[in-house]
């Protein structure tokens, strides 16, 4: 016989809440159908109204916008942020699920400080389901419990399996052979998403279709949601493969023109701080320190710093209107950006030789590692879709820096960075590398 699934979609009028027999909702609504269900049917059930009846639910965090509430209980539940953009915040769940804030939900939900979660334990969900189904009714079906996600490269969102009970999750092809005899090495079928992907076919957000039953299936080894989530060591989207790091480097632009009202966002800045922490630096040391510029204090330090600018251009003979032109165009990008950085080295921790050379040495070496720290500072603030300038005014007017902000001597500064989303498209990529000229042999 030919193989032939059927779908068909289950629908209710019941809103759901906690406590409710959800069992009992899915026997009625397969009644209300016409549809006798019988063993081996497998029955798609959408984690929405799992997690409502198990009310599995969160305060969302105060926050002004609704969507900036959810990414914070996102970040704040999550195991591990994968990546945090403008558009939306991707994280691992506790279970390993990675989505969109965290599968959070705000949709359909009593109250508008309520947040939907995924359900604690799905497999476990799916299991008690297709046990309560079978001691009322007497019928084995399988259990699939589905959430939407989006994928890695594709527009669109489709359902997946969560939880998985009395039904196939995987079915391994490997050591079998193709149609040319070939053997079968990687080759595993992702079979309960494939059915959780099918069951969306017959139904849409605002259809109240939370079942749809699946007939037909050939019979299969039955596995659980868990199969499904790749170990860690294996998932090469994980760092982005060996690539990541160079298209990374490669987002890293100079954006001068920064959009002045749009703030920057408080777990991006410290991201990058982070990151700025683990360059390399001599004996061990962290010699960076990074300062926040306040409003005022801004002010008063780039005021400092025209008045000696001014004074040394003076001295070379430039003329006043020349030198107005290089101040403000300094001004337009220090005194808009959405935030100032005022990165320095530290040399306490150099070592002290007794000649010239050997001191120079060392002092440059503290002052490259600077250097790498900026870097990794600005790749990360290019991945959360900011801009950054790094301008170099503060190394050459090192003690009035120190004065304004009451530092010590040994806080060497070496320039200022501006940060914010850019006011328009970025400036065009450099052309891709190239090593001649620069990896020489002797």
Known sequence: MTPRVEIVALPTSQRFAAGDDLAGALLDAAASAGVELRDGDVVCVASKVVSLVEDASEPLPPAADPRQARRELARRLADRVVADTPGVLVTQTPHGFVAANGGIDASNVSGDDLALLLPADPDASAARLRRQVRDRAGIRVGIVVTDTFGRPWRLGQTEVALGVAGTAALRDERGGVDLDGRPLQVTEAAVADE????????????????????????????????????????????????????????????????????????????????????????????????????????????????????????????????????????????????????????????????????????????????????????????????????????????????????????????????????????????????????????
């Not at 990058?272 to 204090?297: C, D, E, N």
């Not at 002010?299 to 008045?307: F, I, K, P, S, V």
């Not at 921790?349 to 250097?371: K, N």
């Open 195 to 442: 059915v959780a992907g099918a069951a969306d076919l017959v139904r849409s957000k605002a259809s109240g279709t939370p079942f749809v039953l699946v007939r037909g299936l050939p019979p299969a080894p039955v596995g659980t949601g868990r199969d499904l989530v790749r170990p860690a060591a294996q998932d090469a989207f994980r760092t982005g493969g060996p690539t990541a790091a160079e298209e990374a480097v490669a987002a890293r632009r100079t954006v001068r023109r920064l959009d002045p009202d749009r703030s920057v966002p408080p777990q991006a800045l410290h991201a990058a701080v982070v990151a700025a922490s683990r360059a390399p630096a001599p004996h061990g040391t962290r010699p960076w320190r990074i300062v926040r510029l306040r409003s005022s204090t801004r002010a008063r330090l780039l005021d400092a710093m025209a008045r000696r600018w001014r004074a040394d251009l003076a001295a070379d003979g430039v003329a006043a209107d020349a030198v107005e032109r290089r101040i403000a165009r300094s001004d337009a990008v220090l005194r808009a950006a959405p935030e100032l950085l005022a990165p320095f080295v530290l040399l306490d921790g150099a070592h002290d030789y007794p000649d010239r050379r050997r001191r120079t040495a060392e002092r440059d070496l503290f002052v490259l590692s600077t250097g790498a720290a900026l870097q990794n500072l600005q790749v990360v603030l290019a991945g959360h879709g900011l801009g950054a300038a790094w301008i170099s005014s503060t190394a050459f007017c090192a003690p009035t820096v120190r004065d304004v902000l009451d530092l010590p001597d040994s806080w060497q500064p070496v320039g200022m960075v501006a940060v914010g989303y850019p006011a328009g498209p970025p400036p065009r990529p450099r052309e891709p590398g190239s090593s001649d000229g620069l990896l020489l042999e002797r």
